[in-house]
């Protein structure tokens, strides 16, 4: 009789439950039509920035190709020639094609890369229905001239790009100046930015 | 006007009243299920989700209606028709409202009660039948488990009903309502309540109860091989059923179209409080769908022969000898 009575007892503690986890905040973000806020330093979509003179940041070294572990980067370098200067170094990319089926986002081509050229920007929405439409290639991957130079990854703000659509109201919880210290890969990329600030006045 | 022709108008609003509950009572399921599960629930289609019916049944209606070779095609197709008639035909009796003139039901049968009863358990046959001329083994099992499941807790069903029979001393619904204008028979039927309700969830296949259709177990049990619109006649037809023990559990013990707690002087129409009523027990069931994991089948049945039956039995022996000797 104890046993049953206990039984009893268990059905009504699960019904108060899940009638208690009816009013609870639901942690949903209903994703199409509001996007969840991410780390600043997301790996998504890769991008070819420029100088702010408007010259491309590829010298065509082809690092980041040979630094991809999965095989995704393809550079072909072209001398640049003094009428048509396309980037400030000797050599300029002629092809850049980044095929994103095969790329992992780990960032290594961002790591590689000694002009800061490559960077991987938060935008994650590049689904296609054809296979050859997600092999990127300079045209989409350079940023448009006026668009401005981009931005290099710990430059940049929480958040996603604004042209994603709306964000969920979540209380963002990366600093993005303690998100850079916390990580060794971030206090290298400090130091790093600190030397290409000298190299950007060299310019 | 004639009769017949009110009673088919009466007849074609209370159609499209039940299916409309049936649409958005499901809606309301999965509204109900995703929050207590911390999910939003449907809210894709219309504003709230609210045209998801309509989406569901559109995607019903134009699915392939399958049957495999191995079925006995009459009876395959004739099944689903046999729980849905069944499921619709109870509401020829029930009443909605206090029904002076019988305005508020299309007949009203002076043995009601047994009607329901015997309309009732001809539903059973939809299910077998549907799942034995599917012709192969899941169907089979889960017809074979809704068989023996039907009939095992038909009896608890039913004895608790004549408790309340002997308190009302009348087999209309009308009566049993009427009846309980002072004290609604939850009070004085308690046990009787209870065994209904836990009845009324086997009888409709739901959930702890459903080891009809237990995905686990039987893929889908008796619908495994019904697809499109017949298996969504199936689909109707549990709801449907549902909603039929909902009003049946309100007419019997929640005092029907009868004003709660001496609310008389609100002037609320009595089908609002029914309404009301019928919804608590319709919550009640996606509560408990949210809540309770599958019974085992040695258990159901052990539960239903060995502790329902015979708490049944009990109660009516108690409530006989009560009234026999104190009167109604």
């Known amino acids: 009789m104890r046993k049953q009575l206990y039984n009893v007892g268990a059905i009504l503690k699960g ?13 949903t973000i209903e994703y199409p039509s509001i996007k969840k806020q991410h780390a600043p330093r997301f790996h998504g979509l890769h991008e070819l920035r420029r100088y702010a003179d408007g010259k491309e940041r590829c010298i065509g070294c082809e690092l980041c190709s040979s630094a991809c572990p999965a095989n995704a980067i393809t550079v072909i370098g072209a001398e640049n020639s003094p009428e048509n200067r396309k980037s400030p170094g000797e050599r300029h990319a002629a092809r850049y094609e980044i095929d994103e089926l095969r790329c992992i986002f780990c960032g290594m081509c961002e790591e590689a ?9 938060p935008r ?26 981009g931005t ?27 998100g850079y210290n916390a990580t060794n890969r971030g206090q290298v990329l400090k130091v790093q930015r600190k030397g290409l600030a000298i190299l950007k006045r060299d310019d | 006007m004639p009769d017949w ?6 007849s074609a609003i209370l159609l499209l009243v039940v299916v409309t509950t049936f649409a958005y009572s499901m809606l309301a399921e999965r509204k109900v299920l995703g929050w207590m599960q911390l999910r939003p629930g449907p809210n894709r289609v219309g504003p709230w989700g609210l045209m998801q019916p309509a989406a569901d049944a559109a995607k019903l209606i134009l699915k392939e209606d399958l049957t495999p070779r191995t079925a006995d095609p009459l009876i395959y197709r004739l099944a689903p028709f046999i729980s849905l008639l069944t499921a619709f035909s109870v509401y020829a009796i029930i009443p909605f409202g206090a029904s002076s003139a019988g305005t508020w039901a299309i007949g009203n049968v002076n043995a009601g009660i047994l009607f329901l009863l015997a309309i ?22 889960g017809s074979v488990r809704a068989t023996a499941q039907m009939i095992s807790y038909e009896l608890g069903m039913s004895l608790s009903f004549i408790g309340v029979l002997i308190l009302a001393g009348t087999t209309s619904l009308d009566g049993i309502v009427n009846a309980q204008a002072k004290w609604w028979f939850v009070v004085p039927q308690f046990i009787g309540f209870i065994v209904y309700i836990i009845t009324a969830v086997a009888e409709t296949n739901r959930v702890p109860f459903d080891l009809v259709e237990a995905e686990t177990e039987l893929v ?20 449907v059923n549902m909603l039929t023990v909902s009003c049946i559990a309100s007419l019997l013990f929640l005092g029907g179209w009868n004003a709660p707690f001496g609310l008389d002087n609100l002037h609320v129409p009595g089908v609002i409080w029914f309404i009301i009523k019928v919804g608590f027990f319709m919550f009640f069931y996606m509560w408990l769908r949210a809540t309770l994991p599958r019974f085992r089948y040695d258990r159901l049945m052990a539960f239903g022969w060995k502790f329902l039956l015979p708490l049944a039995t009990l109660n009516l022996v108690v409530t006989a000898i009560i009234v026999a000797y104190m009167g109604h």
Do not use: Q
Request: hydrophobic residues 40%.
């Open chain 1, 113 to 121: 890369c000694p002009t800061d050229a490559i960077v991987l920007t």
């Open chain 1, 15 to 27: 019904l108060s439950i899940t009638f208690k986890f009816m009013f609870a905040k639901r942690p």
């Open chain 2, 5 to 10: 022709i009110i009673i088919l108008i009466k």
């Open chain 2, 120 to 141: 009732t358990s001809i539903g059973v046959y939809g299910i077998t039948l549907g799942g034995w001329a599917s012709g192969s083994k899941y169907p089979l099992l």
């Open chain 2, 220 to 239: 889908a049990g008796f619908h495994t091989e019904y697809s499109g619109l017949r298996f969504g006649l199936f689909f109707i037809a549990e709801y």
């Open chain 1, 152 to 178: 290099a990854p710990d430059e940049r703000p929480n958040g996603i790009p604004a042209d994603l659509g709306r964000v969920a109201e979540v209380k963002s919880t990366v600093d993005v100046d303690e």
């Open chain 1, 124 to 149: 994650f929405e590049m689904s296609d229905y054809r296979r050859g439409a997600l092999i990127y290639s300079k045209d989409r991957l350079l940023v448009p001239p006026e668009a401005g130079v």
